[in-house]
């Protein structure tokens, strides 16, 4: 297993921006929910430094101004930043992720750190069940 970096930041190799590659993880069709988050994630080989990727989205469609946009994808961001720590990746893999936001009311700071520690603990136990899978 490789260990995600202790030190709590968001850095630039982490930015999942390629459409190309988010439509891949959105194609995965592995997601997990915690409320107001959807996560879709993907596991690939690693290419470059980093062993986890995001990619945060917020809908026009219910969020008409960008302020309320923006604010919700920087508290998503920080939610990961804080969290991601709690992510075991298998060794030799990086762990590309799409969070997108689903409610339709403007989450609280506290709300959205309960759901990213709730995301990373549903993707690690599912990531621990595929791993026993091919051992047994």
């Not at 390629?18 to 891949?24: A, G, N, R, W, Y």
């Not at 996560?39 to 062993?51: E, P």
């Not at 923006?70 to 930043?81: A, D, I, S, T």
Request: with cysteine; charged share 25%; hydrophobic share 40%.
């Amino acid at each position: 297993m490789q260990p995600v970096e202790d030190k709590q930041v968001f850095p630039h190799v982490e930015h999942l921006k390629s459409s190309l590659s988010i439509k891949e993880v959105l194609d995965a069709n592995q997601s997990v929910y915690s409320y107001p988050i959807k996560c879709y994630y993907d596991l690939s080989a690693q290419s470059g430094s980093a062993v986890m990727q995001l990619a945060v989205m917020v809908p026009k469609k219910r969020f008409h101004h960008a302020v309320d946009r923006n604010r919700l994808k920087r508290l998503m961001r920080e939610g990961y930043r804080l969290h991601k720590k709690l992510l075991a990746v298998p060794e030799g893999k990086c762990c590309r992720l799409c969070w997108i936001y689903v409610s339709k009311d403007m989450a609280t700071f506290a709300e959205m750190q309960e759901a990213a520690a709730a995301v990373f603990q549903t993707i690690n136990q599912a990531l621990e069940s595929e791993r026993d899978e091919k051992t047994v």
